[in-house]
Nanobody
Framework: EVQLVESGGGLVQPGGSLTLSCEAS????????MSWVRQAPGGRLQFVSL????????EYADSVKGRFTISRDNAKNTLYLQLNSLKIEDTAMYFC?????RGQGTQVTVSA
């Protein structure tokens, strides 16, 4: 059974940083592309970032390019998202995604 457990969210001031983690089980994260998506209150699910199965290719939404970094630790079967220079508009529930599976999400709130 595929399980994804996100953690690392929290309340941070604008300009701050957070590191999100996604612990995966039931599959090996190196075998497929994985992504982060987010959903702001009242908003639609929005693509944030993707990393290829080999880990050599990454993609980012224009809104986060240069500020967020996706990575993976295959030994820990864990996906990460480093969030830097956070903005109020980054406030959302963040989910990791594998195929059509998502975890319960972790809340990121950016507020002064």
């Amino acid at each position: 059974e595929v399980q994804l457990v996100e953690s690392g969210g929290g309340l941070v001031q604008p300009g701050g940083s957070l590191t999100l983690s996604c612990e995966a089980s039931g599959f090996t994260i190196s075998q497929a592309p994985m992504s982060w998506v987010r959903q702001a209150p009242g908003g639609r699910l929005q693509f944030v970032s993707l990393i290829s199965s080999g880990g050599t290719t990454t993609e980012y939404a224009d809104s986060v390019k240069g500020r967020f970094t996706i990575s993976r630790d295959n030994a820990k079967n864990t996906l990460y998202l480093q969030l830097n220079s956070l903005k109020i508009e980054d406030t959302a529930m963040y989910f990791c995604q594998y195929l059509n599976n998502r975890g319960q999400g972790t809340q990121v709130t950016v507020s002064a």
